[in-house]
């Protein structure tokens, strides 16, 4: 006792001499000593008041008016989410997941608004099959209750500990400086204009369920009977369960399952995954570049395979499980989330990205062995290249790969079931390109997130900002491949046509050679060519939406009938599963009214 005493002291006696010698210096004279221990000495009393004050139910209304000024979105009930989360956090089950490195990763309930084991999110199919469409929009919508929220969130908050509090402080102060997400836990029927209706939202993902649930019954009909409605069996793909897992991606905090089927606007939840992921405050998902999104190491479910810990009720036991059966618990309590796309828009898309505009990778794994394997004659240097695959050939390809396994296959080309599996893992939410807008926006709720819509609509703009900058940097960054099999002019014009089938630039604005020697060797001076002639075409009441559809129309005109129907078999699953209809007339019924190929001058 006594050497801690004399240990005690002698720290106390350095402190002393430390302070001293810092006031002697910085103060030089005897009225500036006075002046500097004064000002301490005050300083220390009112932090010691003002933590005495804080944390009483006066003082609580008063943190929460403060951190209402500084953030206009935070209301009232992000103050009763944010004060009540810890308790729940330590009454709900927790979950680790065991790594393949050893490591674990804690799993806890992050907000009352979904409980994991007494309540799904509430547009989860399994348990409104029954249920009109109407009940839950009525059920969703009715939040209202009778007492005020920040007196019932003062109420909640006087039985936590300082340290609790000063904790949910600080979360609402790091969702303050993410303001720019446009924060808001509620909406009224009023701001319809500003914010989406969750309730119409989920009444269409309810919808959705209902065809996935109808459709997969037939699947697993199929080894009985052919199930589709033209008595020949569906092409469920090649990929295994093991393939499955380890595409998957799990955000293990966030409790949030991600299948990124490719060419379904995939780069776009990576950015704003990564966001969410790390904790980053941006003001749209493009402020992270797409390099550094895909290079962050992901988890997937075949981690969650390894071993999942449970803990059993309220005890300290746990028990492990592993395989199928961790697979299932974890799928049970998190938010799962797929996107998808009309199949023909898709694979149009992926061949223009691919192997139409200026891409010696996809060239050299794709192209060539298309041009050997569906061109009677090729020449060397299509052989040697494969720069100039066309779209039949290329369709031709597609339908041969989900003949086998094996050899030349990429999930770029691949239908969406066969990447995600719907039959299998039970999403909670089906978005779809064509509803990108709302469907993201009912994603971002789960998160905590009200986006509005001119939110929205600002991410919009800065995605095709970022289309323009990566279709022309990227070729730039190849030219020395690019120029062995194509004329750098003819690779610059494809990109320009690029922009065009996309719907960036007015397919009638011609590509402009006069000034191709200014930006040939610089690829921000070609960006700003391409943006002020997107600036131009959004000014025009021309139809962005129609000159793309034109250009799909104009592309399967030149793919045969027969050819034409055996694709629609390969993504016949796509079609009945999504709602999307299998014969549409700009694909089998149109007229080629464009040359959308064809780039020579």
């Known amino acids: ?308 810990k449970m803990r059993v009720g309220d005890s300290s036991m746990t028990e492990t499980l592993t395989g199928d059966v961790a697979v299932q618990r974890f799928l049970d309590v998190v938010t799962k989330v797929m996107f998808t796309r009309q199949p023909y828009s898709k694979l149009l898309s992926a061949y223009v990205d691919k192997l139409y505009s200026p891409n010696p990778f996809f060239w050299g794994k794709i192209g060539r062995h298309i041009v050997r394997k569906f061109r009677s004659r090729p020449s060397a240097k299509s052989v040697a290249c494969g720069h100039d695959v066309t779209f039949p050939e290329f369709v031709k390809y597609v339908i041969e790969s989900q003949r086998s396994d094996k050899g030349k296959r990429d999930e770029h080309f691949m239908p969406v079931y066969e990447q995600c599996k719907p039959c299998d893992i039970p999403y909670d939410i089906i978005g779809k390109i064509e509803s990108f807008k709302t469907d993201v926006a009912l994603v971002m709720s789960e998160f905590g997130f009200n986006l509005s819509q001119s939110t929205f609509d600002s991410w919009l703009q800065l995605s095709e900002v970022d289309a323009i900058s990566d279709s022309i940097t990227s070729p730039y960054g190849w030219r020395r491949h690019i120029v062995k099999c194509l004329s750098w002019e003819e690779a610059n014009r494809r990109i320009w046509r690029k922009m065009q089938i996309r719907g960036i630039i007015d397919k009638k604005e011609e590509f402009p050679r006069r000034n191709f020697s200014h930006f040939s060797y610089s690829p921000s001076k070609f960006t700003q060519v391409v943006q002020e002639s997107w600036d131009r075409f959004k000014r025009r009441n021309t139809s962005r939406s129609a000159q793309k559809t034109e250009a799909l129309t104009s592309a399967y005109s030149l793919v045969p009938k027969e050819d034409l129907e055996l694709l629609r078999e390969y993504y016949l699953l796509d079609f009945d599963i999504f709602g999307y209809p299998s014969r549409p007339d700009s694909v089998f019924s149109g007229r080629k009214t464009w040359d959308v190929f064809n780039v020579s001058s």
């Open 1 to 308: 006792m006594m050497a801690k005493r004399t240990r005690r002291c002698a720290g106390l006696r350095s402190l002393k001499r430390a302070c001293r010698l810092l006031f002697w210096r910085v103060c030089t004279r005897r009225s500036q000593q006075v002046l500097a221990v004064c000002i301490v000495i005050g300083l220390f009393l009112t932090s010691i008041a003002s933590i005495s004050v804080a944390f009483t139910p006066s003082g609580l209304a008063e943190r929460y008016r403060a951190l209402q000024t500084q953030g206009s979105m935070l209301t009232a009930d992000n103050w009763l989410q944010s004060v009540s989360e810890s308790r729940l956090t330590m009454k709900k089950e927790r979950l680790t997941v065991n790594v393949a490195k050893k490591t674990s990763v804690r799993i806890n309930e992050r907000n009352p608004s979904w409980n994991m084991k007494e309540r799904k999110p509430f547009w989860n199919f399994k348990e409104r099959m029954t249920t009109p469409a109407t009940t839950t929009t009525t059920t969703t919508t009715t939040t209202t209750t009778t007492e005020d929220p920040l007196t019932v969130a003062i109420s909640q908050a006087a039985a936590m500990t300082v340290g609790d509090m000063e904790q949910r402080l600080g979360q609402l102060r790091d969702k303050i400086r993410r303001g720019k997400f446009a924060i808001k836990s509620t909406q009224s029927e009023t701001n319809s204009s500003v914010f989406f209706h969750l309730s119409d939202l989920a009444a269409v993902q309810l919808n959705r369920s209902r065809r996935l649930l109808e459709v997969c019954e037939k699947v697993r009909n199929q080894s009985r009977a052919p199930s589709n409605s033209e008595g020949k069996p569906y092409h469920q793909g090649w990929g295994t369960k093991n393939k499955l897992w380890r595409l998957v991606e799990v955000y293990i905090p966030q409790h949030f399952l991600f299948c990124p089927a490719l060419k379904v606007g995939s780069t776009f939840w990576r950015r704003l995954l990564y966001a969410l992921q790390t904790g980053r405050s941006i003001a749209s998902p493009y402020d992270i570049t797409i390099k550094k999104a895909l290079e962050t190491p992901h988890q997937h479910l075949s981690d969650v395979a390894v071993g999942l």
